[in-house]
C-alpha cells in the first residue's frame, strides 16, 4: 500500500497550499445550529422492542431525549475502534501463548494420526478398529467362544433365531450352555474361518484364500491373521491430511496462523481450541464447503455485500449494504421462505470463502479483513425474515471462522441503533468492542478515511474510487476547510501541458471555482469554472481538465460558508499536451 499511495501524488514542491482566509462577514448560522430532530419511532418498534427483550420503553426514551437535548444525536454514538491487531508470528507471541501453540499442534498430530477429524477415517481402517477388540476377546477368553459359537449358529439356523427371541432369559442361558458342548469342535472352526474371511476382505487379498483359510487348523491360521494385523498397523501409521481454507494442518508455519485463530478467539485455552477446531472441520465437511465454493448463486446479492479496495494497513474491504433490502422484489426473492434464507445463507458463507482463500496466511501477512457495515435506510429489526437469517449467519461465522475481522466500522448509523448496542455491549467482551467503530451519516465518511485512504473508498461513502481517468493508486490529497473560511489550493504548471483534476468536499454545500493565472505580466487570468455553489448530491465528483500552453498556476478555490469543517479531496495528473 505504501508504494500504491504515492503513485500520481503531484509533486511537492509544484503543489502551494494557501492557508485558509477567514471572511470579513460571516453568514448566519441560525438554521444550521438549530437541534436536528431525530427520526419517527416507526409504529411495530414498541411491539418489536417487547418481542426481541432488547431494551425497555424507558431506555429508548431516555435515549432519544437525550438526543434532542445534545441537538445532534451523533455525538452519542459510541467511538471505540482501539484495537490493534496482534502479530501472526510465533516468535513475537508470549511464553505462554508459545507453549499454548505447541500444545495445540501436539493435539492436532494425534488426532492427524487417530483419522479424528470429522469423521474423515478411512472405512477400511473403521473396519479394522472394531474388528480387532473380538479378535482378542476370541484368543484370551474361552468362555466367550462359546457364546459367539452360539451366536453363530443362530445366525445360521431360523429355529435357533426364534427360539432365541421368544424365549425369556434362564431359556436362553440354559439353551446355550447345551449347545456349547455340541458345537465346540465344529463351531470352532467356524469362528475361525468367519476371522479368517473378514480379516482377509479386509486387506484386499484375492477370493481364493477365504475357503482355504476355513480349512486350515488354528495353529496354521495364527501366523496369517499376524500378517494381516501387522499390515493394519502400517496403515494406521498413515496420518490424516485436513486442509482448512486451503492451508493443510501442520503441513508447514502458515498453519501456525490457522492455529493461533483458534486459539485467541478461545483466550490461549488449548482443550477449547482444540475443540473447536474439531467442530469446525466437522461443520465445513457437513456443510460441504469444498462444493459450495464451485457453486453459482447468481448476481441478484452484488450490490448487497462486495470487495472494494484495500484499507491503509493493507486489509482488503467487505461492504455490507443492508439498505438494499428495501427493494421489496430483491427481499421477497432472498428471504420469503426457508428455502430462499438457507440459500442466502449459503451464499453468504460462500462469499467469505472466497474472499479468505484470497488472504495471506504467511507469517505476519495480511490473513483478515475489514467489515463496514452501511446502515442506510436498513430494513433493521422490523424486517422478522432478514433478523432470522442474519442471526443464523452471525452465529455460523462466529463458530467456525475465528479472528477473520480486523475491524467492524458500522456507518449511517440511525437513533434506534444506538439503544440497541447500548444493551448488547455489556456481552460483549472488550476484545470485540475495541474492534467496532460507529458513525452517524455526516461523519460517516470522516470515520471511513480514519481507517481507508481515500482512493480506496467509494464514491457513494465519500471518497474518489470510481472507473474513470484516475485508479484506486492515484493518491488522493485531504484538507480540512474550516468553517466560514476560503481555502484556495494552486497547481503550478512550468511547460505546456494537459492539467487534468478530480476534486469534491464531502457534504459539499460550498462554493467552487476554478482559474489559470498565468506567469507573464501581460498575460490575462483565465476562468476555467465560475464560482458556483455545489450542493450536497451524494457522489458529485468534479472532473475537469485544462490545456495549458504557457507558464502559470491552476488555482481552485473552494468557499465553506456553513459553520462545520469540510473535507475537501483532490487529485490532479499532467500529461504532454501532444497528448
Known amino acids: 500500500m505504501a508504494d500504491q499511495v504515492q503513485v500520481g501524488a503531484p509533486p511537492a514542491d509544484k503543489v502551494v497550499v494557501v492557508p485558509d482566509v477567514p471572511l470579513a462577514e460571516k453568514p448566519p448560522v441560525a438554521a444550521a445550529a438549530a437541534a436536528k430532530e431525530p427520526p419517527p419511532v416507526p409504529e411495530s418498534e414498541e411491539e418489536l422492542v417487547k418481542q426481541k427483550q432488547v431494551e425497555d420503553a424507558e431506555a429508548l426514551e431516555t435515549k432519544i431525549s437525550d438526543a434532542v437535548a445534545d441537538g445532534d444525536d451523533e455525538e452519542k454514538v459510541p467511538q471505540s475502534g482501539h484495537y490493534k491487531e496482534e502479530s501472526t508470528r510465533v516468535a513475537d507471541l508470549l511464553e505462554n501463548e508459545k507453549k499454548a501453540v505447541e500444545e495445540l499442534k501436539v493435539l492436532v498430530r494425534e488426532a492427524l494420526n487417530k483419522h479424528e477429524f470429522g469423521g474423515f477415517a478411512m472405512p477400511q481402517q473403521q473396519q479394522q478398529q472394531q474388528q480387532q477388540p473380538k479378535d482378542d476377546s476370541a484368543k484370551e477368553e474361552p468362555k466367550p467362544k462359546a457364546e459367539a459359537v452360539t451366536e453363530t449358529v443362530a445366525e445360521t439356523k431360523e429355529e435357533s433365531i426364534a427360539q432365541a427371541e421368544t424365549g425369556d432369559d434362564e431359556e436362553k442361558v440354559a439353551t446355550a450352555t447345551i449347545r456349547s458342548d455340541a458345537v465346540e469342535d465344529d463351531g470352532a472352526k467356524t469362528v475361525e474361518a468367519i476371522e ?9 487379498v484375492q477370493p481364493e484364500q477365504p475357503p482355504e483359510a476355513a480349512s486350515k487348523e488354528p495353529s496354521d491360521a495364527k501366523p496369517n491373521v499376524e500378517g ?16 482448512i481454507w486451503g492451508i493443510p494442518l501442520l503441513a508447514d508455519e502458515r498453519s501456525d496462523v490457522i492455529l493461533l485463530k483458534f486459539l485467541r478467539a478461545r483466550d490461549f485455552k488449548v482443550k477449547e481450541a482444540f475443540t473447536m477446531l474439531q467442530n469446525t472441520i466437522r461443520w465445513r465437511k457437513e456443510f460441504g464447503i469444498d462444493e459450495l465454493v464451485e457453486q453459482n448463486f447468481g448476481n441478484d446479492l452484488e450490490k448487497v455485500v462486495f470487495m472494494h479496495g484495500f484499507d491503509k494497513e493493507g486489509h482488503p474491504v467487505c461492504y455490507n449494504v443492508y439498505g438494499e433490502f428495501q427493494n421489496k422484489d430483491l427481499y421477497q426473492k432472498t428471504f420469503s421462505d426457508e428455502e430462499k434464507r438457507q440459500n442466502f445463507l449459503r451464499w453468504r458463507i460462500q462469499f467469505l470463502e472466497k474472499s479468505i482463500r484470497k488472504l495471506d496466511f504467511s507469517p505476519g501477512g ?15 429489526l422490523t424486517k422478522w425474515e432478514l433478523r432470522q437469517a442474519t442471526k ?3 452465529q455460523l461465522l462466529q463458530d ?35 474492534k467496532f467503530v460507529f458513525a452517524g451519516p455526516s461523519k460517516s465518511a470522516e470515520n471511513l ?17 470510481k472507473d474513470g481517468e484516475f485508479g484506486n493508486t492515484d493518491a488522493v490529497t485531504e484538507i480540512t476547510v474550516k468553517p466560514a473560511a476560503k481555502h484556495t489550493v494552486e497547481f503550478p504548471v512550468t511547460e505546456a501541458c494537459l492539467l487534468t483534476w478530480e476534486v ?11 482559474e489559470f493565472v498565468p506567469s507573464g505580466e501581460d498575460s490575462y487570468t483565465i476562468i476555467i469554472q465560475k464560482s458556483k455553489k455545489v450542493g450536497c448530491s451524494e457522489g458529485e465528483v468534479v472532473c475537469d481538465n485544462f490545456k495549458v500552453g504557457e507558464p502559470g498556476k491552476v488555482v481552485l478555490t473552494i468557499h465553506n460558508p456553513t459553520s462545520k469543517k469540510k473535507k475537501l479531496l483532490y487529485r490532479l495528473k499532467t500529461m504532454p499536451a501532444s497528448a
Open 196 to 204: 479368517d474371511t473378514i480379516v482377509s476382505v479386509s486387506a484386499s
Open 504 to 514: 469534491r468536499v464531502v457534504g459539499w454545500e460550498v462554493n467552487y471555482g476554478a
Open 228 to 243: 494381516k494385523d501387522a499390515e493394519t498397523v502400517s496403515n494406521k501409521v498413515l496420518p490424516q491430511e485436513v486442509s
Open 400 to 434: 467456525n471462522y475465528p479472528e477473520f475481522v480486523a475491524r467492524q466500522v458500522f456507518i449511517n448509523v440511525p437513533w434506534w441503533y444506538l439503544a440497541v448496542n447500548k444493551m448488547i455491549s455489556p456481552f460483549l467482551t472488550q476484545r470485540t468492542r475495541s
Open 392 to 394: 443464523q449467519a452471525l
Open 449 to 465: 478515511f480514519r481507517y481507508i485512504a481515500a482512493e480506496q473508498v467509494p464514491v457513494r461513502y465519500g471518497g474518489l474510487s
Open 366 to 380: 495480511i490473513c483478515t479483513i475489514v467489515q463496514i457495515n452501511d446502515l442506510k435506510n436498513s430494513p433493521g
